[in-house]
Nanobody, 124 residues
Framework: QVQLVESGGGLVQPGGSLRLSCVASGFYLDDYAIAWFRQAPGKEREGVSYISSGDDTTYYADSVKGRFTISRDNPKNTVYLQMNSLKPEDTAVYYC?????????????????WGQGTQVTVSS
């Protein structure tokens, strides 16, 4: 069964950190480019971070650059999003998505497989 399962979300104070995980089953992550998206209430879904297959080139939205880090652990079939210096505006449901074509993720916001999302709330 093909599945992506996110975890690691929660409530954190401004300035705090969280690490999100996305575990894949039923396929191998190293064959895919991976992205983290987020969607806040009343807002459109936003791509925040991407990592390519092969050379693991990373890309970040300007809003998270310097604060978020995407990485993958292929033997564990897991991708991570380390989020530091969190701000209230980072509050959203975070989703991981994969596709063999990073263009589809990056430019079209489309992915072959999606996780169910994990809630991140940044509040004092």
């Amino acid at each position: 069964q093909v599945q992506l399962v996110e975890s690691g979300g929660g409530l954190v104070q401004p300035g705090g950190s969280l690490r999100l995980s996305c575990v894949a089953s039923g396929f191998y992550l190293d064959d895919y480019a991976i992205a983290w998206f987020r969607q806040a209430p009343g807002k459109e879904r936003e791509g925040v971070s991407y990592i390519s297959s092969g050379d693991d080139t990373t890309y970040y939205a300007d809003s998270v650059k310097g604060r978020f880090t995407i990485s993958r652990d292929n033997p564990k079939n897991t991708v991570y999003l380390q989020m530091n210096s969190l701000k209230p505006e980072d509050t959203a449901v975070y989703y991981c998505a994969v596709d063999r074509d990073i263009y589809k993720l990056y430019s079209l916001g489309e992915g072959e497989y999606w996780g169910q999302g994990t809630q991140v709330t940044v509040s004092s």
